[in-house]
């Protein structure tokens, strides 16, 4: 299994939720509504999930072994670093362009 893509769909700075990912498995299989997610010591992924008639939430798709979780969280972690590292030089040269 590959992961082909990452796309940041959206990106939150208040509470914990920090953004919505998507994920393409060898350009076959799209996973949508995986979640970036500020917790007490480390951000981490969490997958899609919903609530079941108990009120308790179960993941509807997630990695099966330690090392393909890892994979996705790894992956999902540094493409969005990699987005806010943009979004920042985006701003940059932003405010560079109004002070000129």
Known sequence: MEITDVK????????RLRAVVSVTLDD???V??????QGDERLFVAMPSRKDENGVFRD???PI????????EQTILE???????????EEAVEETAEEA
């Open 32 to 37: 949508h509504d995986i979640k970036v997610v």
């Open 79 to 89: 493409a969005y670093e990699a987005q806010l590292a943009a979004m920042e030089a």
């Open 8 to 15: 940041i769909r959206k990106i939150m700075t208040d509470g």
């Open 65 to 72: 072994s330690p090392s393909a979780r890892k994979l996705f």
């Open 60 to 62: 509807i798709v997630h």
């Open 28 to 30: 076959m299989l799209a």
